[in-house]
């Protein structure tokens, strides 16, 4: 300490030094400079242009300056030289014999010009080696101790009444609950407390409200930690921070710890490859420790790991060993009556006009997730503010909506043509999906510009949907060529707006090969990775080429052929494209019981139930 206190004083004065300004008095030529020189109180002088720098022989002081002997001035333009130069001969100045003040030396500068860098260097990496020296424990900065959110009991509203949509989930917790408020009744009876419970599902489902309503319920501290935090450039220090966030645990038992994004550590050692910096060291250590630390455990201790991810299946296999994590919770994402429910629940504090009704929101959000549906009622509300409604309407809700399925609108000039193009390119996409047996019905149409695409055409089934069949997918296909096969029907030639749509369909069409056997030449063999994963997983077999080669010609076929049968149905139907592109010019968003009027063209009857919502640009 003694010696960081020393570095920084000498940093200070030298940085002091190197600033101070030299004490050198600015004097006027006339009459103070030539008085001096015919008084024989100038020893020397150099000059550089008409600026004079010079040396008295006693120090003067001039102004309100210090006495000093170094002075500088400036010659007027108009003083004569040879005048001058006459004068200092006779007064016997030495003229620029040297320079008076030669400024500093090179290691002078040196070290003034660096100094305070290097100590400032210095310093640091004492500060890391005293840390380092610490373990990590409590050095001076405490690299290592654990980021974990403690929240106590008292503070902690969420409870499962805040949690909703996700029933089976939160029926496998009510026995955590049970075993953190009577741990006793467990033990007596010789059973095995679980220690780790391990929920699975997509982000935004709910499980760190779940894990936050378990330690609600039993009224225990949460300790809250994201994986990806123990992870640090500095090897080492996820370990550490791994046994201090358990010690803080054990301390305040009975007490939950809650690892979100498990995966960022536990992913299988098999399957990630390392990186070059040595993430894959760290992680490994990191891990190692978590496995410590619950193996450790003494089952009285009372203290529950929940860990979250969203990838439960490239987990490490020793992670889900018995007596770690071998509870196994799915967080599904909610269905109809759970979405609901989840509305409900969020807008138990929002003034909703009586007229909104919640079933039908649940209804029109398939695919949406617990943390999309607070988003929404929170933009609704948010909304509503800026309209100074008193209460959150079902346009706020709707319009919300609109806004985060479709993106918000973007304000750009189009020229008339372009309209016109984006309009038969919208109302393609929406004939066919008006047409196509097994295609989602359409809920919206629009010319207005949002995020990259000109135009939107969204479609959304009617209920919930588990599976996905084939006729259903071969729709998808379809209506998403449907807007660039109305480009080419109508102006005969192409542009690059439909590139998004190609993406979407060749994806669909390579997973139907690839992923689920829907195709005969390649039969039920997975033979392309699931998305984001390296081929090296279970199941995606390596291919060889012959057979990938056959994967394209067979994603080629279906594409061909969807693009034939779509194009037919266009020229068939052209009066009702012409129809439906008249109307979008005119109002340039309908939604769905216009588009279907304005087409001329019958709701589907036969309702299809569907999970995936799909939109085309
Ligand atoms: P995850 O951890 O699964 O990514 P979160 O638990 O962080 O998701 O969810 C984020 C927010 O979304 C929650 O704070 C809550 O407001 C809302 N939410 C998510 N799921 C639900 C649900 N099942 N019931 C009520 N609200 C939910
Ligand atoms: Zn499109």
Request: aromatic share 6%; charged share 20%; no cysteine.
């Given at each position: 300490m003694v010696l960081i206190i020393g570095l920084l004083a000498l940093n200070l004065w030298i940085s002091s030094k190197a600033l101070s300004p030299n004490p050198r008095v600015r004097i006027p030529y006339s009459p103070t400079f030539l008085t001096q020189i015919k008084g024989q109180n100038v020893s020397e002088i150099s000059s550089t242009g008409d600026a004079i720098q010079g040396m008295f022989k006693n120090p003067v002081k001039y102004?309100?300056?210090?006495?000093?002997t170094l002075f500088s001035t400036q010659v007027p333009s108009f003083a004569d030289g040879a005048q001058l130069s006459n004068l200092l001969q006779s007064e016997g100045v030495t003229i620029?014999?040297?320079?008076?003040?030669?400024?500093?030396s090179f290691l002078e500068s040196l070290i003034f010009g660096f100094g305070p860098t290097l100590l400032l260097i210095a310093l640091f990496v004492l500060i890391m080696r005293r840390a380092a020296a610490a373990g990590g424990g409590g050095?001076?900065?405490?690299?290592?101790?654990?980021?974990a959110r403690r929240v106590e009991a008292a503070e902690?509203?969420?409870?499962?009444?805040?949690?909703?949509?996700i029933d089976e989930a939160k029926e496998e917790l009510t026995e955590i609950v049970d075993f953190l408020k009577n741990p006793d009744k467990y033990v007596a009876l010789g059973g095995r407390i679980p220690r780790g419970v391990l929920l699975s599902g997509a982000?935004?489902?709910?499980k760190t409200l779940l894990a936050r309503a378990v330690a609600g319920e039993a009224g225990v501290p949460f300790f809250l930690m994201s994986?990806?935090?123990?992870?640090?450039?500095?090897?080492?220090v996820g370990a550490s921070r791994v046994r201090d966030l358990f010690q803080q645990a054990k301390a305040a038992a009975p007490a939950i710890i809650f690892i979100d994004?498990?995966?960022?550590?536990?992913?299988s050692r098999a399957a990630g490859g390392a990186n070059i910096t040595g993430g894959h060291d760290e992680r490994e250590q990191t891990l190692n420790q978590i496995l410590t630390e619950m193996d450790g455990?003494?089952?009285?201790?009372g203290v529950i790991v929940l860990a979250a991810t969203?990838?439960?299946?490239?987990?490490?296999?020793a992670l889900l060993r018995p007596g770690r994590f071998d509870r196994r919770v799915s967080v599904q994402p909610p269905d109809r009556g759970g979405r609901e429910a989840i509305l409900r629940v969020h807008t138990r504090s929002v003034p909703l006009d009586?007229?909104?009704?919640l079933g039908a929101l649940a209804a029109s959000t398939?695919?949406?997730v617990g943390a999309d549906l607070a988003n929404l009622v929170n933009e609704a509300a948010l909304l509503a503010a800026r309209r100074n409604h008193t209460m959150v309407t079902r346009e706020d809700l709707s319009d919300s909506l609109e806004r985060i399925v479709l993106g918000a609108e973007r304000k750009v000039m189009l020229t008339e043509e372009d309209r016109r193009r984006t309009a038969y390119h919208e109302a393609g996409h929406a004939i066919v999906g008006m047409l196509t047996p097994g295609a989602d019905p359409v809920r919206k149409v629009s010319i207005i510009p949002r995020g990259q695409a000109l135009g939107v055409t969204f479609s959304a089934p009617d209920a919930d949907r588990f599976n996905l069949d084939q006729q259903h997918l071969l729709a998808q296909i379809k209506v998403a060529l449907g807007g660039r096969a109305a480009e080419e029907i109508v102006f005969g030639d192409l542009t690059t707006g439909a590139e998004s749509d190609i993406q979407h369909l060749t994806q669909i069409a390579r997973h139907m090969v690839g992923?689920?056997?829907?195709s005969r030449a390649i039969g039920?063999?997975?033979?392309i990775p699931r998305d984001?994963?390296?081929?090296?997983?279970?199941?995606a077999a390596e291919t060889s080429e012959a057979t990938q080669r056959l994967v394209d010609e067979e994603v080629r076929r279906i594409v061909e052929s969807a693009h034939a049968e779509v194009s037919a149905l266009l020229r068939e139907h052209r009066a009702n494209l012409d129809a439906l592109v008249a109307r979008l010019l005119d109002r340039e968003t309908l939604d769905e019981a216009d588009a279907y009027a304005a087409a001329a063209l019958?709701?589907?009857?036969?309702?299809q139930p569907e999970e995936l919502t799909s939109t085309v640009g």
């Open positions: 102004g309100g300056s210090e006495p000093t620029d014999a040297n320079s008076p003040d030669s400024g500093p050095g001076l900065m405490s690299f290592g101790r654990s980021r902690q509203p969420v409870t499962f009444a805040d949690v909703a949509g982000p935004g489902t709910g994986a990806s935090e123990f992870v640090e450039m500095i090897v080492g994004e498990l995966d960022a550590v536990g992913r455990f003494d089952p009285r201790s969203n990838r439960a299946e490239i987990l490490d296999p009586p007229q909104v009704d398939p695919g949406m992923r689920w056997g829907m039920p063999v997975a033979v984001g994963y390296g081929p090296l997983l279970p199941g019958p709701r589907n009857p036969e309702a």
